[in-house]
């Protein structure tokens, strides 16, 4: 019997919602693209969309970005980076994250991910204590979130600050608090791999009026601060305004008119990405030899992606594995090899940061195996390709 093969790309996303191009085509009739060229009346797309996602995410305040990499540079730069400074990130995370770090002058010193694809709550002890860092770069790499109330004690006790890269959990929750809410500054991608879909984009939210002033500023305001809706109050901005450099970062209003539509589908979204990955698990599950992550009660996670781990094997027999899924139409991410190849990288490859060793994240990225689920992908098309991840496991692994 021939092989069943998949046939449906892993990068298409779904279409813009009708409703978002007619807003978009509004914009673009305008001519109005940039955030502040508003009439007089108008609150502007930009302004609007910061108003709606600080409602979402229950956030005082919110700033739209050019993209999730600038807001965390942004952010970095907000809470007082300096050129020099430790910066603590996770070991398993994706380029931006680190070149953030790199773009403020800062030194990226990587901590241990734990087999929960988490970062490692005694490693992080160990680095806050080693280098003195004041600064977390917390990235919920994949939508796995490590139990926050511990980690956000540890980086008390050491006088710490915390940035969360929510980049794959916008809209997931830990203990009933949403992802970015837990540390000074929440910064979010809505590049088109991320949970809403500009092209690029992202957003800093925080409930710091002084942090808030100074992203504005940071951001590219020209003085215009006052058109922001989600801002603090104006005497805030009284020294931020002469302090913070302009680092032209702004999201324009046809980005911002494409994104208010697709926030009020977010939780939605959020719910059929789940059922997605909910097909996709059981069949993990049900494949002896892969290891899927237990979700934890206290999260509710956004499936758009997901990991398995496979065992400790050799790896010519991985880069077969991986082949044979793939000549089935079956496209999954290792990030396990040393090479850096489209979206995977591993911290040893970011020679910008100090050489730095962390056995137990090479040892659990080498079994890292990685999808991602996008929405144009029915439940039907998970089971198929779950069973292909079997057959093509199990016939490897004897
Ligand atoms: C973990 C992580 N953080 C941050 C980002 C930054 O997003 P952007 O591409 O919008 O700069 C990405 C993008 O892929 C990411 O994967």
Request: glycine residues 8%; charged residues 25%.
């Amino acid at each position: 019997m021939p092989k069943i093969h998949f046939e449906k790309p892993f990068t298409q996303q779904e279409a813009i919602p009708e409703s978002a191009i007619a807003e978009a085509v509004k914009v673009l009739q305008s001519g109005r693209l940039h955030r502040y060229n508003l009439v007089p009346g108008e609150a502007g797309e930009a302004n609007q969309l910061e108003v709606e996602y600080a409602k979402y995410q229950g956030s005082k305040y919110c700033l739209a970005t050019t993209s999730g990499g600038t807001a965390m540079q942004i952010a970095l730069r907000a809470v007082g980076a300096k050129a020099g400074d430790k910066i603590l990130t996770n070991a398993f995370t994706l380029a931006p994250v680190p070149g953030a770090v790199a773009a403020v002058g800062g030194e990226p010193i990587f901590v241990e991910t734990t087999e929960d694809l988490t970062i490692d709550l005694k490693d992080l002890e160990a680095k806050f204590s080693e280098t003195g860092s004041k600064i977390l770069l917390l990235s919920h790499m994949r939508g796995h979130i490590a139990p926050m109330e511990e980690l956000c004690a540890i980086a008390e006790k050491h006088g710490a600050v915390i940035i969360e890269d929510c980049a794959h959990t916008m809209g997931a929750e830990w203990n009933g608090r949403k992802s970015g809410n837990f540390g000074a500054i929440g910064c979010f991608s809505t590049q088109t791999y991320k949970h809403m879909n500009s092209g690029e984009g992202g957003f800093l939210t925080t409930d710091d009026a002084d942090l808030m002033a100074k992203a504005t500023i940071l951001s590219g305001s020209y003085m215009l601060y006052e058109k922001h809706l989600a801002r603090p109050d104006m005497s805030d901005y009284a020294q931020a305004r002469y302090e913070m450099p302009n680092c032209s970062s702004r999201m324009d209003n046809l980005r911002a008119s494409i994104l208010r539509p697709q926030l009020k589908q977010l939780d939605h979204n959020i719910d059929r990405w789940n059922s997605r990955y909910q097909v996709l698990e059981s069949a993990f599950k049900n494949t002896d030899g892969l290891t899927v992550r237990e979700r934890p009660q206290n999260e509710k996670y956004v499936g758009s992606s997901i990991q398995f781990l496979i065992p400790d094997w050799p790896q010519d027999k991985i880069e077969t594995f991986v082949k044979n899924c793939f000549d089935r139409g079956v496209e999954l991410k290792w990030f396990g090899n040393a090479n850096p190849v489209g979206f995977t990288s591993r911290y040893d490859s970011w020679t910008y940061a100090p050489k730095q060793s962390l056995d137990q994240t090479v040892a659990i990225l080498k079994r890292i195996m990685d999808m991602r689920i996008p929405l144009s992908f029915s439940e039907e098309d998970c089971a198929l390709i779950g069973t292909i991840i079997d057959e093509e496991f199990t016939a490897l692994n004897d």
